[in-house]
């Protein structure tokens, strides 16, 4: 191992969906790093992952680097990535025993042209749009466990769920274009019915005003709380 190499290795402890044993033998150099699940350190934006890590064991390498972009650390180009997802065991689409489950979307900036369609389907709030025009995953904690629905119908699968079993939705090559397509298609009309824009609309006055409750209901709560406070 040279001396400016560092790897990382994920666990992926809440689903299991990585086989990292050979992987793990390498634990124990000081230059490499095994976190538990890079899914949650990655929503947690741990400092850990800015080491500039050379080489990465976890699953498809989409997800990776999306996961990475996401936590604020994007990987170097050169960077190798190793893929050690398995086949999708039984649970892999359960929820975990997490009271808070690391599943979120991530985003693969290379595919995404922010045309803002998964900000306009999403009822929880997840996504936000910058002054730019910019898509980003805002409120990861907002998504709901094992919901990838927005990633159905997303024009040009930049939508990642790395936990997901179903490919290319779990970061995994798209490899026919027009099949994909068809599929978008077909997701769309099933979700959202014949009239997409009508749906669509209606789904973001219906999103905008769960989060206006979701606002009034805080504030009520804060208001109650200043009220019984006795200083």
Known sequence: MSDNKSILICRCSERGLVNVDEASSLVGDDRTIMVPDLCRAAAEKDPIL??????VHACHPRAVRALFEFSGNPLPESAKLIN???????????????????????LDYDRCT??????????????????????????????KNNCPACARICPETA??????????????????E????????????????????????????????????????????ERKKCSEDPS
């Open 50 to 55: 800015g080491k500039g890590f050379s080489e």
């Open 84 to 106: 050690h997802r398995t086949s999708t065991p039984p649970h892999a689409n359960t929820p975990t025993l997490q009271t808070n489950p690391a599943w979120y979307p991530v």
């Open 114 to 143: 922010h045309c803002g369609q998964c900000f306009e389907f999403c009822l929880f709030g997840v996504y936000e749009k910058t002054e730019e025009g910019r898509v980003v995953v805002a409120n990861p904690q907002s998504c």
């Open 159 to 176: 939508i990642v769920f790395p936990k997901v079993g179903e490919s290319p939705i779990n970061g995994a090559d798209v490899s026919d």
């Open 178 to 221: 027009d099949e994909r397509k068809a599929n978008v298609k077909i997701n769309v009309d099933e979700i959202l019915g014949g009239d997409v824009y009508a749906a669509l609309n209606a789904r973001k006055q219906k999103r905008r005003s769960l989060l206006d409750k979701k606002k009034i209901d805080k504030a009520l709560a």
